[in-house]
């Protein structure tokens, strides 16, 4: 299974697991965007800056069984799933009717005689070549996870190119997250990536904001995934 860990960069107003996927894992995403292949064009639906990008099937539902559930398991034993739900859904009762419009019932959200599960909303896999970038934007839903399958270069590499030399700090081939400290800062925490990550997912609350720096003067792709998890909230009337 997955090694799950808290985030080497520590936070104070948000938080994000670091997975590291085993080999087994790493081969079945592979086989994944090569049996989905590129049916399904996810570009139009996304804000990257990318050569290409194609939605992925979970054919086995390894994705979901292996690695999203225990990962929501340990984000909320470190951070706490009922309270950030609880701020994610803007009503703060459900109430039910019938079809003459009688009241059958009033249900706190989200969690008092409500069954919560979660649902794999949309994969897809990201083709990065030099000069492609990712801006800064979030997602929708509950979690989303960026997943790291190709490295053709690194940062220690990248930092020593042209457009960095005389700058007081290289943005090359950095995935970056945005989030206010708790002054309403604006600050962030950067992943300076490589091969080294090849195999490691990070999994974070959606609205979270993030965003990936080119990188120069390499053929080779960049193969990233990323996805998106719902919450399905199913009600039982006695």
């Not at 670091?18 to 965007?33: F, M, P, Q």
């Not at 290289?170 to 995935?175: A, C, E, L, M, P």
């Not at 003067?217 to 990233?224: H, K, L, P, W």
């Amino acid at each position: 299974m997955a090694t799950i860990r808290t985030p080497r960069l520590q936070t104070e107003t948000t938080g994000w697991l670091e997975i590291k996927l085993n080999k087994y894992e790493v081969k079945y995403c592979w086989d994944c965007i090569e049996a989905s292949g590129k049916k399904k064009d996810a570009k139009p639906g996304l804000t990257g800056q990318l050569n290409s990008s194609y939605h992925v099937e979970d054919k086995d539902g390894v994705l979901m069984k292996k690695i999203i559930r225990p990962a929501i398991k340990a984000w909320d034993e470190i951070y706490g799933l009922e309270l950030y739900i609880r701020k994610q859904v803007p009503q703060q009762e459900l109430v039910v009717k019938d079809e003459d419009g009688q009241l059958l019932k009033r249900v706190a959200i989200p969690f008092e005689g409500i069954e919560i599960d979660y649902k794999l909303h949309s994969w897809w896999v990201n083709y990065q070549k030099a000069t492609d970038y990712n801006p800064v934007h979030n997602h929708g839903g509950l979690f989303s996870f960026a997943l790291w399958l190709k490295e053709p270069t690194s940062f220690d590499e990248q930092k020593l190119k042209e457009n960095a030399k005389g700058s007081s700090g290289s943005r090359n081939y950095v995935f970056d997250f945005h989030f206010p400290n708790k002054l309403g800062q604006l600050i962030g925490a950067s992943y300076e990536l490589g091969p080294e990550d090849e195999g490691t997912m990070l999994f974070f609350p959606a609205h979270l904001h993030h965003s990936v720096h080119p990188f120069y003067e390499i053929d080779e792709f960049r193969v990233s995934m990323a996805g998106n998890i719902v919450n399905q909230l199913t009600l039982s009337i006695p």
